[in-house]
């Protein structure tokens, strides 16, 4: 009896022994794997994806393995696992159903990482809400996305492979920012087309996105096209290049500032609507 009784605590601590080292084992593994991703990544340059995702992989075998291990010490369930082993068909049907919505996040995650529609640090935004913000994560289930306010946006992987994704950084981090301002109808279109462009060009985000033979061609730097004529205003359009999609934000709120400053100066109007009213009580009182 007593050493029945060793051999039970015995085992016990094996098996606690086991899932300890296996949670201080993956934990120590993500911690350490994780800390070597953003250190290449910022020395080297390189795509974190498939580190990040092979990270979520190994640490989920790590689990796997561990545990199983664990159980497989536990006589009882020893004796359970044979005998399913003749109802594994049914069990499997079983386990299929229940886990479809699970599987094909994985099965998503594993195309995402293959095929790279978007990668981590990307900028997306999503077409059906309009939803934009930097991709941080890519796991076996999830992609985390980070939005402009520093939240976080969790969107299941078999969802994120379906959506229609706007990139900004595939294949070319640059982008061609509009900035767009109105002017009056009596002001000179000449002078306000040129204060933008000069705004634009001395900016120190601003680069020249022409190409070689755009530049030999002699193309605008910096064209400045008039787009409508509004209600109450003359709309000009400029194109603005820069690096990324964060410089090419920080870039357009400084042009428009500047650009109402020089408009100021210069004397070009920028317009806003008027309106005349006319009360019923008046019009009554006129002959």
């Known amino acids: 009896m007593k ?3 060793v051999a039970q605590i015995y085992d016990i601590g094996v ?3 086991i899932i300890l080292v296996t949670i201080i084992t993956a934990y120590l593994f993500r911690r350490f794997f994780g800390r070597l991703i953003k250190k290449s990544t910022a020395h080297m340059n390189n795509d974190p994806t498939n580190y990040v995702f092979l990270k979520h992989v190994i640490t989920a075998l790590i689990y796997i393995v561990g545990f199983s291990w664990a159980f497989y010490r536990i006589e009882p369930l020893r004796a359970i696992a044979s005998s399913l082993l003749a109802g594994a068909g049914i069990l499997a049907v079983v386990v299929g159903f229940a886990s479809q919505h699970a599987l094909s996040n994985v099965i998503s995650g594993l195309f995402i990482v293959m095929f790279k529609p978007f990668r981590v640090n990307d900028i997306v935004t999503l077409i059906s809400n309009n939803q934009t913000g930097v991709i941080e994560e890519i796991t076996l289930r999830h992609v985390v996305i980070r939005d402009f306010q520093n939240r976080r946006v969790v969107i299941p992987n078999s ?3 379906d959506e229609i994704i706007l990139n900004a950084n595939m294949t070319d981090d ?3 920012r509009w900035i767009e301002v109105g002017i009056s109808y009596d002001s000179n279109i000449d002078l306000a087309r040129s204060i933008l462009r000069e705004e634009i060009k001395k900016h120190p985000l601003y680069i020249d996105g022409r190409t070689p033979e755009q530049i030999d061609e002699g193309v605008q ?4 096209r008039l787009t409508s004529l509004g209600d109450f205003s003359v709309n000009l359009r400029a194109n603005a290049w820069t690096e ?3 410089h ?3 870039l357009a709120c400084d042009v428009l500032e500047s650009t109402k400053k020089r408009y100021d100066e ?3 109007e920028i317009p806003f609507p008027y309106r005349t009213i006319v009360y019923k009580s008046d019009l009554d009182k006129n002959p």
């Not at 730097?221 to 400045?224: A, F, G, K, L, T």
């Open 266 to 268: 210069e004397g070009v």
């Open 159 to 161: 969802i994120m492979s």
């Open 221 to 224: 730097e910096v064209p400045v």
């Open 3 to 5: 050493e029945q009784l």
């Open 244 to 246: 990324d999609p964060v």
């Open 248 to 250: 090419s934000f920080q």
């Open 174 to 176: 640059r982008i061609n």
């Open 15 to 17: 098996i606690g022994g």
